[in-house]
């Protein structure tokens, strides 16, 4: 059987890739809806533009946006440094006191239900606030921490991965030539897993720009995410500014993804371990 | 072909006086409950080229490894220069490495590579530069200086690779499977280039292959290895014309082995009686073995005359006859595998020095003879 | 480094700090909660705040009282509505795992088999919606299944109906919404265990004699059981506490434990109960979770 022409299949694709993305592109397109109502084309009135000039002025989804937008930064850059220092260890050193536990420690929240991870930081909070004062009820703070603990688990599997294909051989040679072994992690490894570690950055950024429960759980008065102001917006229905949000999310991100995935394709011919 | 430098020509290892560059003093490393290095003690000289042979998994890398200091020595210790390498870790010891994936930096230019070694020690720009470029010199990489390593054919590779751990003057430099990723012609020539760099610099090299003709070629002196031991050090020649065993007998280059008894033996001369050969064998030398011990001739196939006539002023010592059961033709010479009628099967190499000699065919009968001094008799 | 000399003679190594900053906020912010969360999960509602009484008490000068309230487990185990809410919940994860690998599988095996370029396109379609927000894609669907959403147009316009057809607010809505939310979360791991697989093999089996079909269940099948069982742990294990896609579609006949979490911490201020509920969800999944890291650790050491 020749597989590419396999109706089946191609079929399958098709219909999983159009499941994937005509609810995407319908939000899209209604975007432009003139109607209130959004999915009901108002063709009188429409395409038009005026849901994006009333999203931009917006501003409870401004603030909220800006809020966000800090909290995802600082869980990124945290997460970065927390999820490679745990990477590299679990990739390099086979055997150490507690590798057991770290690596259940790191796998685990990526499987658990946000409902229990976001309950049991807020008690966290509440406890500690009792009994040594910090943190000072709920806020940016406690969000980015508990943003923090989920997404370095992101980012260890993603630097352990890059590690694993990582020619250990680059580094035994740099030690060799005389550096000693923190030089060689800032000199040879980083340069050459950047990609991997700014891959984890953008998940990092992304899981905490988009969450929502987590955030409920351990946010406080006047710190709401976009996620939780667009979660009160659509438990009431549809509103054609989500819709623009939507859209203008859907784009950005898109332009992103191809620019990186052109930039990490060129990086991947450097230091792929098999020699040619 | 010069295959030992200035200073092996001179044999320091057959002098009891003169002081070893590298000792190996009864090293031993266990993984768990597998021995991969057993109880290795080795003196290699200064200005050498040392190369350790053997089969895969016999624990050459292994100890090549430790002499780097990337992995340490379970029991016994490594002295270079004199000083004892225990917990010396990599980049404090005069040794660099070489190695067999090359490991060139991918994110450096060549310039780059080949001078990170001499920026960790702190030497000064200007002398870095002059050194790296008297490096490029040398390994004809002159031009290349800002190519990335993915720009690089796998020969470059290998020069960059070889530069970057010479530029530093190590005391001793490690290779491991220098030639593995060459194709045959440029095998050769880089083999050449290797010796010819050794001598320039004086530098003392340690080889690491498995590959026995890179190990001819190359080495001042061969340590042939398995599972773990140093089973015959020695000269090239030492280790082909007189092994001490009969697996090395068997792994460099190829040879018939016959098992037999001792029928006569006297300081001068052995007889020895063997089935497998259906005949007996005269060596013009004494050997040390017990009586009615198990011994074994080993004679190379080059040194085994065959002739369809049977041979003049023949005693029934050192000859016997078989039919011609396969022949290999190789251009320069030809392989004549010949079954005795006790079924052995005996490999000749016969040069093939007439284009138009009458050929030996298939079945033909023939006569295998050889001189009394070619057999090497090994006890174990 | 030099530092590292004398905290070597006190037993600390470079190593041991790598992983120690990691492990130690871990613990102290991952682990230490779950302590916490049992804690109170034996403690009586209080109207203060933090709304619970405390375990220990002193009793007298010098005596402790440790009070630990089963009730709110007893509660649990009795009161029909989370019994019907946890078996709910596993029942929905279990049919939703395995709707998503039949729609997934073909995909990641079409992906997979593609040429270099086609395949990139198409993975970067497959890992575009994961990184665009749940919310809004789970948004998506309320308007498009809502009784005006573009479905019922679509299908009255062309007169395959002449009612709405009620499919927002209904289990029917929460499937699907579950389904298209973890469909990558099944394809990416899926694919890439097939990725690594030989297809001579195939090639092989069929010059011995197989069909097509026969190697795919013989062959293929078998040999890409971890992916499998690595996608659906992924959707399994997260699925059964979901919160959000039952809250915007399911409608109040869906009884997600998520949802029943979410309702008794914010709207009832019961944190008590809540931590039970959070206690028995989480010994629920823990031997799923070691499933998932055993299948995991299995997956990488074929590779090495």
Redesign the interface.
Known sequence: MNYRRSAFIITCLAFGYAFLYIPILSMVVFSFNASKLVTVWDAAHSPTLKWYYSLIHDDEILDAAWISLKVAVINASGSVILGTLAGVGLARFAQFKGRFTLNAMTTAPLVMPEVITGLSMLLLFVAMEQWIGWPAGRGITTMTIGHMTFSMAYVTVVVQSRMATF?T??E?????????PL?VFFV?TL??IFPAILSGWLLAFTLSWDDLVISSFTSGPGSSTLPMVVFSKVRLGVSPEINVLASITIGVVALIMVGVSLWMARAR???KKA?? | MANAGEAAKAAPWRDPGARAYVQIERVSKSFGDFKAVDDVSLKIYQGEIFCLLGASGCGKTTLLRML???ETPTSGRILIDGEDMSGV????RP???M?????L???MSVEQNVA??LK??GVAKGEIAERVGTMLDLVKLRGFEKR?P?QLS?GQRQRVALA??LV?RPKLLLLDEPLG?LDKKLREHTQFELIGLQDKLGVTFLVVTHDQEEAMTLASRIGVMDHGEIVQAGTPAEIYEFPSSRFVADFVGSVNIFEGKLLDDEPEYVRIGSEELGGTIYVSHGISAAPEAVVWAAIRPEKIFMSTAAPHGAGSDNVVRGAVQDIAYLGDLSIYLVKLPTGKVVRVTQPNTSRHAEAITWEQQVYLSWDASSPVVVTR | MRLLAPLRRVGISGRGLVVTLPYLWLLLFFVVPFVIVLKISFSDVDLAIPPYKPLIDWVGKNSLAIRLNFNNYAFLFTDPLYVHAFLNSVKVAFISTVLCLIIGYPVAYGIARSTSTTRNILLLLVVLPFWTSLLLRVYAWIGLLKANGVINNVLMALGVIHEPLEMLYTPFAMYVGIVYSYLPFVILPLYANLEKMDWQLLEAAQDLGCRPWQAFYKITLPLSRNGILAGSMLVFIPAVGEFVIPALLGGPNALMIGRVLWDEFFSNRAWPVASAVAIVLLLLLVPFMMWYQSVQARESAGTR
């Open positions: 020619d051989a680059l035994e040679a740099a030690m060799d030539l005389g550096a000693r030089k040879i340069p050459i011919r450097l230091g020699a040619d | 780097g200091g990337f870790p990599p980049y404090e040794v660099n490495m190695f067999q994936s090359y490991a930096f991918p994110h990170f070694g960790q020690d990335k993915h796998g970057r751990s530093k990723a």
